[in-house]
């Protein structure tokens, strides 16, 4: 059972090993960033609802890079600035 106030390393870990609902308790957590920081990037809000979908989905693949030598959500931060680099290119 999740706790809302499972650590973000916690969660991390969860998702890392496949439970879906760490996954997504992360993603709830962190999604009013990633679209702030999505939206000072591309200036638009249409471009940030499409850039933070696109980072939720990356997500599920490169979370396994996480290493933990940062926080995560400073982790996460770098994930959508440069997916926004990207998209903006």
Request: proline letters at 0%.
């Amino acid at each position: 059972m999740m706790a809302e106030n499972d650590s973000d390393e916690a969660l991390v870990a969860r998702a890392v090993a496949g439970d879906r609902a760490g996954f997504a308790a992360l993603v709830s957590r962190h999604y009013d960033m990633i679209f702030r920081v999505a939206w000072k990037w591309s200036g638009n809000r249409e471009d940030a609802e499409d850039i933070a979908q696109d980072v939720c989905v990356r997500l599920g693949r490169t979370i396994m890079g996480f290493k933990g030598q940062a926080a995560f959500a400073t982790w996460l931060y770098r994930v959508v600035a440069n997916l926004c680099t990207d998209v903006l290119r």
